[in-house]
């Protein structure tokens, strides 16, 4: 009896797991056949689903842990990268901040030392200034107990800068500055003596006045305008000279020959035109020839015509009389041989031409040196009456 029951519970045991495969090949062939669902599960078959379930949920748990477990370390990279580029950000903005001070500091490091030395300058510039006062005192003291040899060495200075306008620079207008600046002194200067200097100041400034200066650059311009204007003036003989007149080679007079023979000498004779036509030698005819120039030199005339033009007007600006007058002489005999002079455009620049070819460019000017020359006279007639003292005798 007890072997039999036993052996009943393995027999449920084997019914057990047979009756899985049952229930899937009904399963099965209902479906195949089409026919209605199946029937609800037996207990047996709850028993069995109790037994899977949690040995699914065990195996799935890692599995669900592990998917967790990734998504968790997935996120903190993400924020881990994200923190590392605001990180990054911060360390750009930082460096560049960093850089900015730095210039920063820089321009100030500069500025410092370029204060530091405006600060040494202006030092220096009040220790010169107040040596300066000093020596303004002592002239001042010096001038109260000598003024007339110290006013004479005023005026001969003058002078002496006038000279040196005059005779080195060319500049008259300037002389005559400066001799007013020292007329000026002399009528402040209250001592009889001095009228023969100041008579002689005066025909210096009257001689000065009377000097008729040249405006170089107004001379520039006109000869610069009128070098603009050659091409418009007519060449001689150019109104009537026939185009169709000029020389043209000639044949040769076929009579007392055949045709034949007359055929083979118009064509030589042809064919030496056309060379000598290509090799030519003649002689260019100077500006000294009136003669009237061929077609194809027509514009060498007026070249040469602006290219005389254009060196007297370098001349002038260099105040060189020598060639300013050579340029203009030729300029002259240019226009007298190769344009027409019964032109009325041709009459007027030959005209405005001889009035600019009489400019002196370096005039002849009047030096104040007898003036000079008496003022130290005087000077050395005013020393030996009163020699000189020196700054701290009494």
């Known amino acids: 009896m ?18 899985p495969e049952t229930a899937a090949s009904v399963g099965s062939g209902d479906t195949d056949n089409g026919a209605s669902p199946p029937p609800a599960q037996s207990p047996s078959a709850t ?7 949690p040995a699914l949920t ?11 477990l990734y998504l968790d370390i997935r996120r903190g990279e993400e924020q881990t990268r994200g923190a590392f580029q605001n990180l990054e ?38 220790q010169f200034h107040q040596e300066l006062q000093v020596s303004l005192s002592q002239l001042e003291a010096y001038d109260a107990r000598d003024p007339l040899h110290w006013r004479l060495a005023e005026l001969e200075h003058l002078f002496s800068t006038a000279t040196r306008q005059v005779s080195l620079l060319d500049a008259p207008r300037d002389a005559i500055k400066t001799l007013e600046i020292a007329a000026a002194r002399l009528e402040e200067m ?32 006109q000869l ?9 003036l007519p060449l001689r003989g150019a109104a009537g000279v026939d185009p169709g007149a000029r020389e043209r080679p000639r044949l040769p007079e076929t009579g007392g020959v055949t045709s034949e023979e007359a055929g083979i000498n118009t064509l030589f004779a042809a064919l030496a035109a056309g060379l000598r036509g290509q090799f030519k030698l003649q002689r260019i005819p100077k500006v000294t020839d009136g003669v009237v120039l061929p077609e194809h030199q027509e514009a060498h005339a007026h070249a ?8 007297a007007r370098f001349a002038a600006l260099r105040r060189d009389q020598a060639n300013f007058d050579a340029s203009m002489a030729d300029v002259a005999t240019t226009l007298q041989s190769h344009f027409d002079s019964q032109s009325p455009l041709v009459r007027g620049i030959s005209k405005q031409l001889r009035e600019l070819a009489r400019s002196e460019l370096r005039p002849e000017l009047p030096l104040p040196v007898a003036t000079l020359e008496a003022l130290r006279v005087y000077h050395v007639q005013a020393f030996q009456r009163e020699p000189l003292k020196a700054p701290g005798a009494h």
């Open 47 to 53: 028993v069995r689903t109790s037994v899977w379930r």
């Open 58 to 68: 065990a195996a799935l748990l890692p599995c669900v842990l592990l998917a967790a």
């Open 2 to 19: 007890r072997k039999d029951q036993e052996e009943a519970p393995t027999s449920d045991a084997s019914a057990e797991v047979a009756l």
């Open 89 to 126: 950000r911060r360390l750009g903005d930082a460096m560049e901040s960093t850089h900015s001070a730095q210039e920063t500091s820089e321009r100030l490091r500069v500025a410092m030392h370029e204060r530091q030395a405006l600060h040494t300058q202006i030092e220096e510039l009040r």
């Open 304 to 311: 040469l015509l602006r290219l005389y033009l254009e060196s």
């Open 224 to 232: 610069s305008v009128l070098g603009r204007r050659v091409r418009d």
């Open 190 to 221: 209250d001592y009889p003596d001095l009228n023969g200097v100041r008579k002689q100041l005066a025909k210096d400034l009257v001689r000065l006045h009377a000097v008729e200066t040249l405006d170089l650059a107004d001379l520039a311009l």
